[in-house]
């Protein structure tokens, strides 16, 4: 984990410091339910909702009229009910085809550290026979991720846009429960805003 960690810090910092790109700012807020990929879309808006929220920071890292290569850093908060609060940290590269001038597609891989909090209690029997809080401060965990979305620009003539964006993200956590859940899948729906800096 210790490796991972390192790797993400070295790939943050190459991201923040390449010179002369545009940069960027994201906010979403997203809803999301543990399925195998692609299997509960409608289950994100009419289920049971878990809802989360996503800061970034990006670089367009090689623009051309019709399309651009952008790497990102996100950080963000989860609250799946019952299971737990999850804290992600992750790198995003990604590639966004423009159809126009204000409509575009896009799609992104990342990699990067979850810390995940029990949302419920965790107990222990101790020597006296007692139940103790067995809760801790959570567990150090690897996860990985797969976006497909759409994005909007409100004004592309100005001299920082915003863009509207909306995302449909696959996410992996592990190991979750090494014995019986090594892999939990959560399917995530996000709408956000991405403004140029």
Do not use: C, D
Request: positive net charge.
């Amino acid at each position: 984990m210790r490796h991972l960690l390192i790797t993400l810090v070295i790939l943050a910092s190459v991201i923040i410091a390449s010179a002369q790109r545009q940069t960027y700012v994201s906010a979403a807020f997203f809803t999301t339910q543990n399925a195998i990929p692609f299997e509960k879309f409608s289950g994100l808006l009419k289920e049971t909702i878990h809802p989360g929220l996503e800061i970034g920071y990006g670089r367009i890292l090689k623009p051309k009229e019709k399309h651009e290569w952008f790497g990102e850093v996100k950080m963000g908060y989860f609250y799946h009910r019952f299971v737990q609060h999850g804290l992600p940290l992750y790198l995003n590269f990604g590639y966004r085809y423009k159809f126009n001038s204000r409509l575009a597609a896009e799609t992104s891989i990342g990699a990067g550290y979850m810390h995940s909090i029990p949302a419920t209690a965790k107990l222990k029997l101790n020597e006296e026979g007692e139940y103790e809080n067995n809760k801790g401060i959570g567990r150090m965990q690897a996860m990985a991720t797969y976006a497909i979305g759409f994005s909007y620009v409100l004004n592309p003539t100005a001299a920082k846009t915003i863009r509207v964006f909306t995302s449909y993200q696959q996410r992996l956590q592990f190991p979750f429960v090494k014995s019986y859940v090594p892999l939990l899948p959560y399917n995530s729906f996000m709408i956000g805003l991405i403004k140029s800096k």
